[in-house]
């Protein structure tokens, strides 16, 4: 599933300094729902279990799961980690799926 979504160089190396490593199983984590004004909101995290429904995949060797709640809103995201101000390092979601998505200038 490697056009489902995508997870940056930069998100995948910041994952693989945090993910514990004596973990069996663990894999990132990523839910998307949708706010009541129709806005998106996204959280990640580690997980060793695994739900009906989810989606489990590799990405430059971060196994990432997506619920199969999430799977319609996450569908084209991107996840990158970016220095948006001067040392101030964050993740964001690039997703076409958000109402108030732009997408990036090349």
């Known amino acids: 599933m490697p056009d489902f979504l995508t997870l ?7 994952i693989q300094e945090q993910l514990p490593e ?51 809103l996450a569908r084209g995201m991107t996840v990158d980690f970016v220095e948006l101000e001067p040392g101030k390092k964050q993740f964001i979601f690039l997703n076409p799926n958000d109402p108030s998505y732009v997408p990036p200038k090349e």
């Open 8 to 14: 940056t160089e930069q998100a995948a190396t910041q």
């Open 22 to 72: 004596d973990e069996e199983g663990i894999a990132l984590r990523l839910a998307v729902r949708k706010l009541e004004d129709g806005n998106l909101q996204y959280a990640m995290g580690f997980d060793v279990e695994s739900r009906e429904g989810d989606q489990k995949f590799m990405q430059h060797k971060v196994p990432v799961v997506v619920g199969a709640d999430s799977l319609a």
